[in-house]
C-alpha cells in the first residue's frame, strides 16, 4: 500500500496517482504527478535539476524546459501558495525544493 503525503491543505495519495485538496481532486500529469512525488518524498531538501530530469525522465534525452514547464504547471495547480503565504515548490538558482510549513526557499 503506498503512503498518503499530507502537505498543508493538499494530500498526495502514491497509489491512486492523485492530488487531492480537501474532497477536490487536481489534475496532474503523469510527470507532474511523478515530478511532485519526488519533491514531496525529499521535503525540506534541495533537490538538484539534474537528479529530476535523471528520475522523471530516466529513458533518454530530455530538455531542462520540460521541467522548467512541469514545475511552473505544479506552482499553478497548488497556487503556489502553502502556509502563511509561502511557497511549496521553490527554486533555488538550478535546485528545486518542496518547503515544509512555515519556511521558504
Not at 507532474?32 to 534525452?61: N, Q, S
Request: hydrophobic fraction near 40%; charged fraction near 25%.
Amino acid at each position: 500500500m503506498g503512503h498518503v503525503y499530507e502537505f498543508g491543505q493538499f494530500r498526495l495519495h502514491e497509489t491512486a496517482g492523485k492530488l487531492t485538496r480537501g474532497d477536490d481532486e487536481l489534475h496532474l500529469t503523469a510527470k507532474g504527478f511523478a515530478t511532485l512525488l519526488h519533491l514531496v518524498e525529499r521535503a525540506g531538501t534541495l533537490v538538484p535539476k539534474d537528479e529530476l530530469l535523471d528520475r522523471i525522465w530516466p529513458d533518454g534525452f530530455v530538455e531542462p524546459a520540460n521541467l522548467t514547464q512541469t514545475i511552473y504547471v505544479l506552482r499553478k495547480t497548488l497556487d503556489d501558495a502553502g502556509p502563511d503565504g509561502a511557497a511549496l515548490v521553490g527554486a533555488v538558482c538550478r535546485t528545486i525544493v518542496v518547503c515544509e510549513h512555515g519556511s521558504t526557499p
